[in-house]
T-cell receptor, first 114, second 113 residues
Framework: AQSVTQLDSQVPVFEEAPVELRCNYS??????LFWYVQYPNQGLQLLLK??????LVKGINGFEAEFNKSQTSFHLRKPSVHISDTAEYFC????????????FGRGTSLIVHP | ETGVTQSPTHLIKTRGQQVTLRCSSQ?????VSWYQQALGQGPQFIFQ???????GRGNFPPRFSGLQFPNYSSELNVNALELDDSALYLC????????????FGNGTRLTVT
């Protein structure tokens, strides 16, 4: 079975400050990890994904995430946030071995203040 | 490249009624997944369709059913609506691979009164 825990339900931050959104996962097999962003009244949009190879993954809008197998984490970071980054962020895990169904975390609301 | 489109965007139904939600998948994708997203929650997996057959199901009762058509579009049907069915219903298409990300539509907001 696979599961995802997003440790913070809400993260407030000031504009131009750095931010980290935390995600831990559990899975009994190899994993593929994703971060999605959801703006109000929209569906989810892929930010970045880890499939294999380099543990540091770069995505759209200046976001990056680091896969840490020993800590089963996949935290999302951005060195300087903008007001437009205010949104809901979801971490998701998909296990190998024939499972094509990702499991999502409960989401972290990033609130960027001017 | 045509993205995932869902219809209708909003819907209001009464408890006990039935509803059908529709989804057109992104071109080149053969797999469709449906998710329910309650307010303030993450998406919860309902079921997935591949080659017109159900390929996996989450913890939802049988009154949630679906179809996939030869052109890979899909329907989600919910019978005997309950107040707790009020949510955003998201459709996502993908290719059939473990590492294939989901491409989501903007969802259908269902309100049950």
């Amino acid at each position: 079975a696979q599961s995802v825990t997003q440790l913070d339900s809400q993260v407030p931050v000031f504009e131009e400050a750095p931010v980290e959104l935390r995600c831990n996962y559990s899975s009994s097999v190899s994993v593929y990890l994703f971060w999605y962003v959801q703006y109000p009244n929209q569906g989810l949009q892929l930010l970045l994904k880890y499939l294999s190879g380099s543990t540091l993954v770069k995505g759209i809008n200046g976001f990056e995430a680091e896969f840490n197998k020993s800590q089963t984490s996949f935290h999302l970071r951005k060195p300087s946030v903008h007001i437009s980054d205010t949104a809901e962020y979801f971490c998701a895990v998909s296990s190998g071995g024939g499972s094509y169904i990702p499991t999502f975390g409960r989401g972290t609301s990033l609130i960027v203040h001017p | 490249e045509t993205g995932v489109t869902q219809s209708p965007t909003h819907l209001i139904k009464t408890r006990g009624q039935q509803v059908t939600l529709r989804c057109s998948s992104q071109s080149g994708h053969n797999t469709v997944s449906w998710y329910q997203q309650a307010l303030g929650q993450g998406p919860q997996f309902i079921f997935q369709y591949y080659r017109e057959e159900e390929n996996g199901r989450g913890n939802f009762p049988p009154r949630f059913s679906g179809l996939q058509f030869p052109n890979y579009s899909s329907e989600l049907n919910v019978n005997a609506l309950e107040l707790d069915d009020s949510a955003l219903y998201l459709c996502a298409s993908s290719s059939r691979q473990d590492n294939s990300p989901l491409h989501f539509g903007n969802g259908t907001r269902l309100t049950v009164t």
